[in-house]
């Protein structure tokens, strides 16, 4: 359904590539809320169905990442893999990603 998008293929490109960047969850939401303004799927369906997908994750993940353990965060997000194999400041620069360096 969407392999075909080249805009989707950029938006699921660049999800990945966040995973070893080291902006945060709160970044990382301002940037997917301006690609969907800014960028153009080609079939509207699913345009509905990404953003209703995203918008989930975010109301779920981002806006609730306060209330998480450092686990649950490790998990929405994906990172567990690349914090179980980081050095001692690399994973400080994880917590910082989770914004559970406060």
């Known amino acids: 359904m969407y392999s075909s998008d080249e805009v989707v293929a950029r938006l699921v490109s660049y999800l990945s590539d966040w995973k070893s960047d080291d902006t945060n969850a709160i970044e990382l939401a301002d940037s997917i809320e ?3 303004g800014n960028s153009w799927i080609t079939n509207e369906e699913s345009h ?19 209330g998480m353990t450092m686990n649950e965060r490790l998990c929405w997000f994906g ?10 400041a690399e994973q ?5 990603k989770l914004c559970a360096n406060t």
């Open 92 to 96: 400080q620069v994880i917590y910082a």
């Open 48 to 66: 509905s169905h990404l953003y209703k997908l995203w918008s989930g994750f975010k109301a779920e993940a981002v806006s609730g990442i306060g």
């Open 34 to 36: 301006r690609f969907f």
């Open 79 to 88: 990172l567990f893999e690349r914090f179980d194999n980081a050095s001692e």
